[in-house]
């Protein structure tokens, strides 16, 4: 399976996607901050997956996230997961090719969400 990077600042709701994640046999880090994913993004660019949280606090969103890490990693598959912004924000701000996933959400439609878009990557 592939190398992702979930992008939470909910360290609870973190940990339960990179377990869901790792479960399914994928390569799982965590960070809680547009920080730790700029660095992570432009540190590995060997991920082929990320996934966030449009609204991750203080700091840039997810969308910002999104469109630096597909500037490092311009195939990047890329699902975006919010309680709080509305769909049509992520049809007007997430980079293209990528999903929404409203939460919540259970574990398996997480893991069918990340693996439908790595398959999409590497087809």
Do not use: W
Request: proline share 6%.
């Amino acid at each position: 399976m592939g190398r992702v990077l979930v992008v939470e600042d909910d360290h609870a709701i973190c940990e339960i996607m990179c377990e869901a994640l790792r479960d399914s046999g994928h390569a799982v880090e965590c960070v809680n901050n547009d920080q730790e994913a700029y660095e992570r993004i432009a540190g590995v660019p060997t991920l082929e997956g990320l996934v966030l949280d449009v609204n991750l606090g203080k700091g840039t969103t997810g969308f910002d996230v999104a469109r630096f890490a597909r500037q490092v990693i311009p195939d990047l598959a890329v699902v975006y997961v919010s309680g709080e912004a509305p769909q049509t924000s992520f049809k007007a701000f997430g980079v293209p090719e990528s999903v929404f996933l409203p939460k919540p959400f259970s574990p398996g439609e997480l893991v069918e969400a990340v693996t439908k878009k790595l398959c999409d990557r590497a087809a």
